[in-house]
């Protein structure tokens, strides 16, 4: 049975920092491209980083650049995103998914969404 749960999300202040971490379990995590995505009330989701599979090569929507750093962990299946400089508009709902096919680069737009997420607001 596959499991995916993400944590870490919290209120803090502009300016401040929170590590997201996503813990899976029930499919081979190291074959699969990871992906964080955020979603805020009214808006469309969007994915706000990627790390690919196999050369875990790390890619970033031009909004969290250089605030935003994704990491994964295969030995212990969890992928970990860590933000800094935060901003009110970076409040949201952050979702961990995994690629819906094996051994994907982060140009792939197949994702499967499969935990309840967290929280991060962010407040001015």
């Known amino acids: 049975q596959v499991q995916v749960e993400e944590s870490g999300g919290d209120l803090v202040q502009a300016g401040g920092s929170l590590t997201l971490s996503c813990t899976t379990s029930?499919?081979?995590?190291?074959?699969?491209?990871m992906a964080w995505f955020r979603q805020a009330p009214g808006k469309k989701r969007e994915r706000v980083s990627c790390?690919?599979?196999?050369?875990?090569?790390?890619d970033y929507a031009d909004s969290v650049k250089g605030r935003f750093t994704i990491s994964r962990d295969n030995a212990k299946n969890t992928l970990s995103l860590q933000m800094n400089s935060l901003k009110p508009e970076d409040t949201a709902m952050y979702y961990c998914?995994?690629?819906?096919?094996?051994?994907?680069?982060?140009?792939?737009?197949?994702?499967?969404?499969w935990g309840q997420g967290t929280r991060v607001t962010v407040s001015s």
């Open positions: 998914a995994p690629s819906q096919a094996q051994y994907q680069n982060c140009y792939t737009n197949a994702w499967n969404f």
């Open positions: 029930g499919f081979a995590f190291d074959d699969y491209a």
């Open positions: 790390i690919s599979s196999i050369t875990q090569t790390p």
